[in-house]
């Protein structure tokens, strides 16, 4: 049985800066994923009203909020706790990644990205379309 919805599994980028968005934006739209993206906090909230992401990824360091504090809150919100977050952060201290996992993050990974471990870790935790319907020639 096909599913009636072929749409791609949608990420958000939060993250203040915007070449780490515009890397990560089309490293993942050639991967196959519908990608938007938010310089803060501020504009996830309100993006999350709009178009529920299946997963978003979570710069720590930003100016508003940081991300542990806006990973808890969503988390706190009944609408978008179950939306798997993953932080992507320069902060690479074994007290920042417990943070981020309290914080109620699925993973945290450190700058540089390695992108092949961070897009099959998406995938484990939003699996994409069988390959027959979303391939393209």
């Not at 991967?31 to 938010?38: I, P, T």
């Not at 999350?48 to 991300?67: E, F, K, T, Y």
């Not at 201290?93 to 990205?113: H, N, Q, S, T, W």
Request: hydrophobic fraction near 40%; charge should be negative; include cysteine.
């Amino acid at each position: 049985m096909e599913k009636p919805s072929t749409e791609n599994p949608r990420i958000i980028i939060v993250d203040d800066d915007r070449d780490t968005r515009e890397l990560l934006s089309m490293a993942l739209e050639v991967e196959g994923f519908d990608v938007s993206s938010a310089a803060n906090g501020l504009r996830l909230i309100s993006s999350l009203q709009l178009r529920r992401p299946h997963l978003i990824l979570l710069d720590v360091n930003m100016s508003w909020i940081d991300g542990f504090e806006l990973c808890k809150a969503v988390k706190k919100n009944e609408s978008f706790r179950d939306i798997p977050v993953v932080f992507i952060s320069g902060r690479g201290e074994p007290e920042d990644r417990r943070r981020g996992i309290e914080a109620g993050a699925a993973d945290y990974f450190v700058k540089p990205l390695d992108l092949n471990k961070l897009i099959l870790r998406i995938r484990q935790l939003i699996p994409s379309p069988e390959p027959e319907e979303s391939e393209r020639s």
